[in-house]
């Protein structure tokens, strides 16, 4: 047995690299990364391939091992050439990203040193590294002390949180689920209709409320659905509101729903994945007013603070609320009940094993400090309603409301000819020229062109191209 043993150790020793090793496989990586980024200016935003990326298939995983030279190649020509390149400065549809720098070496500390923060007892420094960011977080929003929350994968699983907080404080069982109404509006993510269904309250019903000529919630809709239900003897249970829609950008008068969620006693969630940390900047506070009395919300440091993606929140007013929702023991974690000085982020959440996911968001701001990320937000919001007005001065071209954030939405209007199809052509002409990239949405039945811009990366010259590139394709169109 001994003898079988040592044989297995032999073998299984290889996944323990020496440090010549791991220098060159280091040293190799940083190389296609330094190359990746040097060249990004140069690359495109999207490449619609013919294959779309099938060649891994090519490298099956075998018994045997592969050279890294034939991986990073295979990454060069079938992962990070096909399809969309979130880190294009000029990637302007859907919410991008970009991935600042520091977040990469943070996952790299995080993943090697390998620190469970799932239990204050098990790495208590990691644990309060991620609750500085939730409490930093709670303080811009404006939360009280006694908040929580935690720091999950995006904002579907911050809303889905949200939700199972509100159901469980509320007091709502199986019986009552098909009695229960959450109230939103027709431009809510559609992550929320998921999470109402992960919930368990697929048979609750879902209002729709009115929308004003900005696609924002009438809170005087609002209240008057909320008292028909109630003499209809169903359970308002939560107000699903938004402060920053991913289709269109719109920030729901938070302020007046919030005024009725007291009155009325509803739970009331904002979605502020993306607008959220437009908070740092003024306009922000004045736009988002209100945001601070809501009992719970989300919001994305992947999407306004420019990391990479893998990284929202869900914070909830009450911290308690949050712990008495997800918290849950088990015999074998009864060692850990000996360190409970803070909030552990498995007893805020339905994950149990996670991933030190808070040190990529706590060392960019230690590293850079807060005011390049809140110039950065305060740039994308000019930058927005500078092309809002260069596109308000084509020849043909209508545009939506105003902004009240960083996403804007547009079409041109052909003298002849249906107005759907030539927007769609458009879309299509900028995805084939691969140069920026723009998504499309549609409304009522009408095609419309979006305009995000949240990418870091992205500056005066790139919206230039962006703008340009528009002009060329109704040209060529």
């Excluded at 140069?42 to 091992?65: C, N, Q, S, W």
């Excluded at 799932?118 to 404006?142: H, T």
């Excluded at 559609?190 to 696609?215: N, P, T, W």
């Excluded at 992205?458 to 109704?474: C, F, Q, S």
Aim: proline content about 5%; glycine content about 8%; charged content about 25%.
């Amino acid at each position: 047995m001994k003898s079988r043993i040592k044989n297995l150790e032999r073998q299984a020793r290889i996944l323990e690299m020496d440090g010549a090793d791991r220098s060159e496989l280091l040293n190799k990586a940083r190389n296609y990364t330094e190359h990746f980024l040097n060249t990004l200016s140069e690359k495109p935003a999207y490449v619609d391939t013919p294959d779309k990326g099938r060649e891994v298939y090519k490298l099956p995983i075998e018994e045997a091992p592969h050279p890294l030279s034939d991986l990073l190649e295979l990454l060069e020509s079938e992962v990070d050439t096909p399809g969309l390149n979130p880190t294009a400065p000029t990637h302007a549809g859907y919410i991008p990203g970009g991935g600042v720098y520091p977040s990469a070496v943070a996952d790299f500390l995080a993943a090697v040193t390998n620190r469970y923060a799932g239990v204050f007892f098990s790495s208590p420094g990691a644990v309060r590294i991620e609750n500085i960011c939730i409490r930093w977080m709670c303080d811009l929003i404006g939360y009280p002390g006694k908040a929580a929350g935690n720091l999950t994968s995006g904002g579907s699983l911050a809303n889905l949180i949200g939700m199972v907080t509100a159901r469980d404080e509320a007091g709502i069982r199986a019986k009552d689920f098909h009695r229960s109404v959450i109230y939103t509006t027709r431009q809510v993510h559609h992550c929320v209709i998921k999470a109402i269904k992960f919930s368990g309250l697929q048979e609750a019903a879902v209002r729709e409320v009115a929308m004003d000529d900005r696609y924002r919630m009438k809170p005087a809709a609002l209240e008057k659905q909320i008292e028909s239900d109630k003499r209809e003897g169903l359970i308002p249970l939560m107000i699903f509101a938004s402060a920053g829609t991913t289709d269109l950008g719109a920030v729901d008068p938070l302020d007046d729903i919030a005024d009725l969620a007291e009155k009325h006693k509803l739970w009331f969630h904002v979605d502020a994945a993306y607008g959220g940390f437009f908070m740092l900047t003024e306009h922000g506070k004045k736009v988002m007013k209100g945001m601070e009395r809501s009992d719970s919300l989300t919001i994305d440091p992947h999407k306004g603070l420019f990391l990479p993606y893998g990284l929202g929140a869900v914070l909830v007013r009450n911290g308690r609320k949050l712990y008495d929702s997800q918290h849950m023991t088990a015999n074998y974690l009864q060692d850990t009940l000996k360190a409970t000085e803070e909030y552990s982020p498995a007893d805020l959440s339905p994950e149990l094993s996670k991933h030190f996911r808070g040190l990529r968001m706590w060392l960019p701001l230690q590293l850079l400090g807060v005011a390049p990320f809140r110039a950065a937000l305060e740039e994308k919001l000019q930058l927005t309603r500078y092309c809002y007005r260069r596109l308000s001065d084509m020849p043909g071209i209508e545009v939506g409301p105003e902004p009240e954030l960083s996403i804007l939405f547009f079409r041109y209007l052909p003298e002849h000819g249906d107005p759907n199809a030539l927007n769609k052509a458009i879309v299509d002409y900028i995805h084939r020229d691969g140069r920026i990239f723009l998504s499309s949405t549609h409304i009522s039945g009408t095609i419309y062109l979006r305009l995000a811009l949240l990418n870091f990366r992205t500056h005066l010259k790139e919206a230039e191209l962006i703008l340009d590139i528009i002009e060329e394709a109704i040209e060529q169109l």
